[in-house]
Structures are given as C-alpha cells and as structure tokens.
C-alpha cells in the first residue's frame, strides 16, 4: 500500500497537447525489495528536479508494486515531486518478475508528447501484452522511456518463470530510450545520467539491440551534443575518430552491465565504434543539432534583415524574419514560448530562398518575455533546431527629445532593376516628433509610398513603390520635421534584354533616269538604334531628290538623276552594338567619266617631292577632275601645303600631316568616277607623354602605358633599371598589343621601368618610376606572455621585417589600469629595454609599425612576481 500525506492527485490521465511543453515522469516501483533504492531516490531527487530542465511543464510520478499500478500523480512544480517522492513508503510483496509494463502505459497516458520517463525497478516485466500498446503510445507522443534496473529476477523454490530484460530491450528500443543496469554500490552514479539526459534538447535518439560488433556513426558541423548509453552483459566501447585516435570522453556511468558516455566537444568526421559484450546489447546514441540563425522584427514584410529591429513592437502584429546562414536547411516553423509557459506553433512561408530567409506573423502584448525556437531539417532530411535566448517586446519610451531626422538607406545606393519591374524601395529614418517622409526623382515625381513605425515612437521605415520603371533615375527619400531635414540619394539603373535585329539591309540597284527609287533598312533594337544614311559618304539630308521618312528605315529617290548614283550606306546604332550596310546604285542610259591613277599607294619620308596625275580615259562631256582629302568626317578640301592643279595633285614637301587617303574625283552631268591615292609617310618613333612617377600598393593592379607612333610600326620593349643594371622582367610582366605592360605589385618591383621603340628611322625611350607601398611586418613575439622576478631586467623585441616606404615604430604600454603611455619611438629593429621592474611594470607592451601603406603590431603581456 502506497501513503501520501497531504498530496491531492488527479485519477484521470492528461493526454500530450501543445508541443514544447513536456513531462519530467518517474515511474517508481514500491515493492519491499526497492527499499534501499528508494531511500537513495529521496537522497538525489532533489538535486535532479532543481537543475535547469529543458522546457518542462509538469512533473509525474507513477507507482507501481504486486500487483497494482498507479493512479499518476501530476504536480505542477519540481519541489511538490520532491514533497511527493519524500513520502512515498515501500509495500507489497517481493514478487519478481514485476508489474512494470502497465505501470509505464499509464505514464505514456499521462505524460505530454515529448516527455522523458524514467522507470525505476529491481525486476524484469511481467506482462508482455503490454509491448505493443506501449510501442503506439510512443510513436504517437514522441517521448523517450529509460528504464533504471538495480536488479534481475532469479529462479527460487518453485518459481521458475522470472522473465528476461529483453522486454525492456524492446520498450527502450521503440522508445528511443535505454536500459540501465545498476547495483547498489554505483546507485548513485544514474542521477547524473538523468541531469544529462534531462537538461538538453535532443534532436535524434536512435535506440538498437545489437550483438558484438562494429558501426559508425557521423558528427556533422550542426553536431553540438553526443550521449552514448550500452547495456548488456559485460560490455565495454572503444571510439576511434577518423584518424584514429580516442576522442575525449566523459563517463557518466560506468557500471559491470551499462556505460554511459559523452564526447566531450565532438569534431566533425565518421566515428567507430567497436561494442564488446556477451551476447544481446542495447546501444543508445543522444545527438543535438543545432543550427545558427538571425532574428528580427518589422510592422511590414521585410525582404531582409536590415529592414528588421531586434525587438517587436508591443500591442501590435510583428512580422518576424528568420534568416539562416546555411541556405541548405530548409525550416518548416517555429515555436514560441510566451512568458515561460504557453508555446505556441507558427508557421514560416519562404521569403527569398537564396539568402535563406523566412517569414511569420505574429502579436506581442506589452512587456512579454518570450522565446523562440526553429525546427527544420538539412538536405538528408535529419532535424535540425535552434533556439534564442530569453527575448521581451520594446519598452514604451515616455518622454523623448526632440531629434532631426536622419535617414538610413536600406537598398544600395545603387541598384539594377529589370525594365517595367514594379519595385520597392525602402529606408530607416529616426526623429522626433515624427518626420514627413516622401519620395521623388529628379524630375519632382513624387512616388507613393507608406510608413510605419520600427521602433518605439522614435524610429520608422518607409517604403517607396514604383511601378513599370522603364528608365534609370535618380531617387531621393526626404525627411522633414520642425528639427530639420535630411535627404539619402539612390541611382537606379534600369535593365532591359539587349536585341539587335537587322530585318532588311539596302541592295544594289539601278533606277532609270527621272524615275523613282528607293532603298531600304530596318531594324528591331533595344536600346532604340538610330539609322544614319549616306549618299557617297555623305549624310544624307532631306532635300529635292531625296527624302528620309519618318523612321528613318527608307531612303526614297524622287526623281533618278546622274547625281543620286553611287555608293548609299545606311549605319545602324546604339551604344551597344552597331551595323552598316552598303549598296551601289546606278543609272542606266548615260555615260561616266572612268579615271586611273598609276599607284594606288605611295610610301614617301619627310621633306620628299610629290606630283601624281589622275588619268582621265573615258568622260563625255569631258569631267572636271578635283582632288579630296578623307578625314574622320568625310572628304574634305586637301591640307595646307597640298596643291591641285588640273588632273595632277603636287606636294612640293611632305609632312606627317599629308598622310592618309586623297581622292581624284572626275566629273561630268551623267555622272562620276573616283580613285584614291593612299599616301604614307614613314618616320621615326613618337611616345605619347604619361606621368613620369607611378604609385601602388602592395599587390595592386599595375598598367604602364607606351603608346607608340611610328611608320614603320615601331619594334617596343619594356626594361627595368636599378643603377643602370637591366633587370629582367618575370613571367609576372605581360605586354599587351598596345605595349602596355601589366603585373601585380610586389615589394621587389618599386625602380625605373624604360619603354623603348625603334624602327629602322630612329628611337624614342620613356621613363616611368613605380614606387610600391608595402605595409610593415613585425616577426611574432617568440612568446605572448613573458614572466619575469621584481627587480629583474629584460630586453623586449620588435623586429620589423619589411615595410616601403621605411616604417616608423613605437612602443605603447597599457597598464593594468588601463593606462596608455608611449615609451619610445624608433627605426626598423626596435628592442625596448626594462630594467630593475616592479609591479608596476605589469600590463601590455604594445609595438606599432606604420607607414602609409599600413600598419602591424604585436603584443607582449609583462608579468611580474
């Protein structure tokens, strides 16, 4: 018979609801045989209940003896389970095996879904029809059963059916839980064990009966917690890590049948595990995984973490934004848990995928603790967890100052946005009292746009919409309070698909004399192309003859005349791409002049005579000849210097001036022939002038230009002189075919680098001085913490190794209270000497290196007894 004194209990069983809130459940058996193990109980329950429990609500306890079980108890705080447990006296017969099975059904029955049930007995089970009903129960409710047995049940007199332990093989096995064999001299040692267990959040526990043998189980980098429990006769572990080697261990329970081990801060890898033992063996593997997340808060849906505050705004719906930094996990929810009690289920719905970003919803009352925890799972499907610390909504500032208002951009200052996109923009502002918050571009277009309050009356976001945006702009958010203004620009640059679609292109034809003609070229191009025409490399103007339609796409000869003939190009373009496209047109009915020029090319040096005659063979009337010159704009009239007298063109003395393409021209009313002379004019090389001094960083980008002008092209190559000895240039220096060499600073490469160019005329030679900045560095100190006697001397070392321009140094000494003082100033190789210390030498030496290039330090802790 069981006595309670002054403990009211329910009789009917509570059934698991809200998950989050568990049972902390003892199933105690009370036979006369467990006597001593109780009194052990009383002794430690105690110092079990009152460690930090994972998220426990309740606290059971579930007797049992011969041949009676329970009703539960349920009690709401950890010390009435004290109270109750306290009081509890032994009764029944010594009857082995026991009633144990029905007794945890009830316990299941009782218990919230998630719960840890801890069974205490001396004797093996009795009713196995019990094991099925209780496989349900545990799949149902997710809870863990571990049975404590402190003995075995053996044959005696005329008792001969005394059961075996493998019907707790099999509860602790669908139970994802563990069997622990005890005697009473190591009673004591399973306290520890249920602290462990108790106190963390498990996230996998996988139970197995198993024989001798071998298996490994793997420690991701989610892997915070690893418990390992062995059961059987005789058993013992071995664990061996991937290279080999026995991790660190902690036995909580070591016992002739059960060992209870953690891995003490699990690496990442594939761990074996060897399992010796006679016979069956129960192997039970605790593992936590937990998963780094950032929080935040807004009265909108944000579109990422910068858009949050920390803390949610009380009395209101919050949007919650749960961003995990492995975009792997995928999270299906999250749990919060409200003022220590309530916890509450909600559900996530992705944001942005990429940065793996979650929403949810939820209201906050005012001055509510609360906590939240996220469930999700990484690819091979294993659950994954993660939890914040004890969180509370903002607290309601009463009297604030008067603030101008300042803005904080939230999107970049600059952005691509795809062309028609609708788009929001957003951005912080704090002030008060509350600023006019609008939004505009250059043009004064004022943007719709909202705001809400961030946080508590002090701090707002704003959000702009822009719909269908089709070009780049500039947009500005003002905000304006009686305390002021401030005003954050942003540009946006507007992306649209490139295309460039040429659907027809003019073709050669021939019109008859006063007809009509017309040629075409039309194009399908974003950005939009414009199409130039040209009649002869002239543009093309509306005009008598000619006239360009609207779009540009058609070129329409009016009225056919020897004038309109010869080359017509229409040039397409836009400033991605660009196209042009030629046609000859003719005449019929009519006869051309036809001209000849001896040499279509003519290779001359400076201060040379020039006379060429451009050969009229055919004309009728005969053609007036004329000579042009091409420049970048067409032909125009021939240069300075250059005369045309009749069909002969005569440059008495040749410059570089005269080079390039002149055209004879013949003339007559039907029409036109053309030759062009391309006359060249060989000289020496010319080196356009850049800076003559160059400065880098380390490990910057070089580019040394030479840019050559010389006919014949010009043979360049670059040198590097120190004292007037060449340095051959390394694999690192490359020339490109503008002859600018490239190469990545390095400290060896500051001096005078010589670009020279010949040709068979001449020489011309640059000079560019690269100076490289190289930051300083400090040999580490050979020890971090140096501990000398009082009244001792030492030498402190500060070598810099290297640094460009040379480095200046000091020493800095921080006291142990935090004083900073400078003790001396010095060149590369800088020892600091202390002689004769006292206490009051002790605190950090600090050595500083600088140059313009950067800086380095290192730190030597002085100690001193």
């Not at 690893?226 to 005789?234: D, R």
């Not at 540009?552 to 004038?563: A, R, V």
């Not at 008495?652 to 005269?658: A, G, I, Y």
Request: one cysteine or more; aromatic letters at 8%.
């Amino acid at each position: 018979m069981l006595i309670f004194f002054g403990v009211m209990y329910l009789s009917a069983f509570v059934t698991a609801n809200e998950y989050g809130k568990k049972s902390f459940t003892i199933v105690l058996d009370t036979t006369i045989s467990m006597r001593e193990e109780i009194d052990i109980i009383k002794s430690n329950i105690e110092s079990v209940v009152k460690t930090p429990l994972f998220d426990i609500d309740n606290y059971i306890l579930v007797p049992f003896d011969d041949p009676g079980c329970g009703p539960p108890i349920i009690l709401k705080t950890p010390s009435k389970l004290v109270e109750v447990v306290n009081i509890v006296e032994v009764s029944g017969g010594n009857e082995c095996p026991e009633n144990s099975l029905p007794a945890i059904e009830q316990a299941l029955t009782a218990s919230k879904a998630n719960s840890m049930i801890f069974v205490f007995t001396d004797g093996y089970a009795s009713n196995n029809s019990k094991l099925n009903s209780i496989e349900n129960l545990c799949r149902s409710t997710n809870s863990q059963v571990i049975i404590l047995l402190s003995g075995k049940c053996v044959p005696s007199g005329t008792k001969t059916v005394v059961g075996t332990i493998d019907a707790y093989f099999d509860v602790a096995k669908a139970c994802s839980g563990s069997v622990i064999q005890l005697q009473l001299n190591n009673f004591r040692q399973v306290f520890r064990m249920i602290k462990e267990i108790s106190k963390t959040d498990w996230t996998e526990i996988v139970a197995n009966k198993v024989g001798p043998e071998q298996f490994t189980i793997s420690i991701d980098g989610y892997t915070k917690d690893v418990v390992m429990t062995v059961t059987g006769e005789y058993p013992n572990l071995e664990i061996l890590d991937d290279n080999g080697q026995t991790p660190v261990i902690d036995r909580i329970v070591n016992t002739l049948h059960s060992k209870v081990i953690r891995l003490i801060s699990p690496t990442v890898g594939i761990y074996t595990v060897k399992i010796f033992c006679q016979g069956k063996t129960l192997v039970t593997i605790y593992k936590r995984r937990e998963v780094n997340f950032r929080l935040g808060f807004s009265p909108k849906l944000a579109r990422s973490m910068k858009e949050t505050t920390n803390l949610p705004l009380p009395g209101k719906i919050n949007y919650i934004s749960i961003a995990i930094a492995e975009i792997s996990i995928e999270l299906k929810s999250i749990y919060i848990k409200l003022n220590g009690r309530h916890v509450k289920k909600v559900d996530v719905e992705i944001v942005d995928r990429s940065l793996g970003l979650y929403s949810a919803q939820e209201y906050f009352e005012p001055e509510t603790s609360f906590k939240i925890t996220i469930y999700g799972h990484d690819q091979s499907y294993q659950v994954i967890k993660g939890s914040t610390g004890s969180l509370t909504t903002q607290k309601l500032i009463q009297e604030l100052q008067f603030q101008r208002p300042k803005i904080e951009w939230i999107e970049p200052k600059v952005a691509l946005v795809e062309y028609k996109a609708n788009i929001t923009l957003a951005c912080k502002v704090s002030g008060y009292p509350k600023p006019n918050i609008s939004w505009s571009d250059d043009t004064g277009l004022i943007f719709p746009s909202e705001d809400a309050l961030l946080e508590t009356r002090s701090v707002f976001i704003s959000y702009a919409y822009i719909d269908r945006i089709t070009e780049n702009s500039t947009i500005h958010c003002k905000a304006e309070s009686s305390e002021g203004e401030d005003t954050l620009t942003m540009y946006l640059y507007v992306n649209r698909t490139l295309t460039f679609e040429v659907i027809e292109y003019p073709q050669d034809a021939t019109f008859e004399y006063s007809q009509e003609g017309q040629l075409f070229c039309k194009v399908d191009a974003y950005p939009d192309a414009s199409i130039q025409w040209y009649h002869n490399d002239s543009l093309v103007e509306n005009s008598d003859n000619l006239e360009i339609i609207p779009d540009q796409s058609m070129l329409l000869l009016k009225n056919m005349t020897p004038q309109l003939t010869g080359e017509y190009r229409c040039e397409i373009s836009n400033n991605v791409q660009n196209a042009s496209y030629t046609a000859i047109v003719d005449i019929s009915g009519v006869e051309i002049p036809e001209i000849e020029l001896k040499d279509s090319e003519l290779v001359l040096r400076l201060d040379d005579w020039v006379n060429v005659e451009c050969t009229i063979n055919k004309g009728k009337p005969a053609p007036k000849v004329n000579w042009k010159f091409k420049t970048e704009n067409g032909y125009e009239e021939i240069p300075e210097g250059v005369s045309a007298e009749e069909n002969h063109l005569k440059i008495p003395s040749v410059k570089t001036e005269h080079i390039g393409i002149y055209k004879c021209e013949a003339e007559n009313i039907f029409g036109s022939d053309s030759k062009e002379l391309l006359i060249k004019v060989e000289y020496p090389p010319k080196i356009k002038f850049y800076d003559k001094l160059k400065i880098v960083r380390l490990d910057e980008d070089v580019e040394l230009s030479c840019e050559v002008d010389a006919i014949p092209k010009a043979e360049v190559k670059w040198e590097k002189k120190q004292d007037d000895i060449i340095i051959p240039l390394d694999s690192r220096h490359e020339t490109d075919e503008w002859n600018t060499l490239r190469f990545t600073a390095s400290s060896i490469d500051s001096g005078n680098y010589y670009c020279i160019a010949e040709n068979y005329l001449g020489r011309a030679e640059r000079i560019v001085t690269l100076n490289v900045l190289v930051p300083p560095y400090i040999d580490p100190p050979p020890r971090k913490i140096v501990t000398i006697r009082a009244g001792e001397s030492i030498t402190l070392q500060c070598h810099v190794h290297y640094g460009h321009p040379v480095p200046s140094t000091k020493w800095e000494f921080i006291a142990l209270n935090s004083t900073l003082t400078t003790l001396l100033r010095g060149s590369s190789i800088n020892d600091l000497t202390l002689n004769n210390v006292s206490k009051s030498y002790e605190g950090s030496y600090i050595c500083l290196a600088e140059n313009m290039a950067g800086s380095d330090t290192i730190k030597i802790d002085l100690k001193i007894f």
